[in-house]
């Protein structure tokens, strides 16, 4: 049960992107899509907890896994349109992070 005045939606938000790890994959693939192995490298990031959490992001629909039937298998993740629409939720908190983090 929900204390009074607290908003399932802005709680279940909140689980998603508080994930650890969870805002920074999302901030990675601002970028456009990536395959895993670009995501892995740039982020302090065990492949087993990367994987875990882009499957999280699938699973919410908030990205999206594209397998492309190559000589090697190619898969790429991006970020579906609700992905992108936390592009201003995310940049906020990287202009708050600039101006107010040393």
């Not at 650890?20 to 670009?38: A, D, K």
Request: hydrophobic share 35%; aromatic share 8%.
């Amino acid at each position: 049960m929900n204390p009074p005045g607290l908003c399932p939606r802005m709680e279940k938000a909140t689980q998603i992107i508080s994930k650890r790890w969870s805002i920074l994959i999302m901030y990675q693939l601002l970028n456009g899509p990536q395959r895993f192995c670009t995501i892995e490298t740039s982020l302090p990031i065990s492949g087993r907890l990367l994987s875990e959490r882009l499957k999280d992001l699938e699973q919410e629909g908030i990205v999206r896994r594209d397998v492309y039937p190559e000589t090697p298998v190619r898969i790429e993740y991006s970020l579906t349109e609700k992905g992108y629409a936390l592009e201003p939720v995310i940049r906020g908190i990287e202009s708050w992070a600039q101006a107010w983090l040393q």
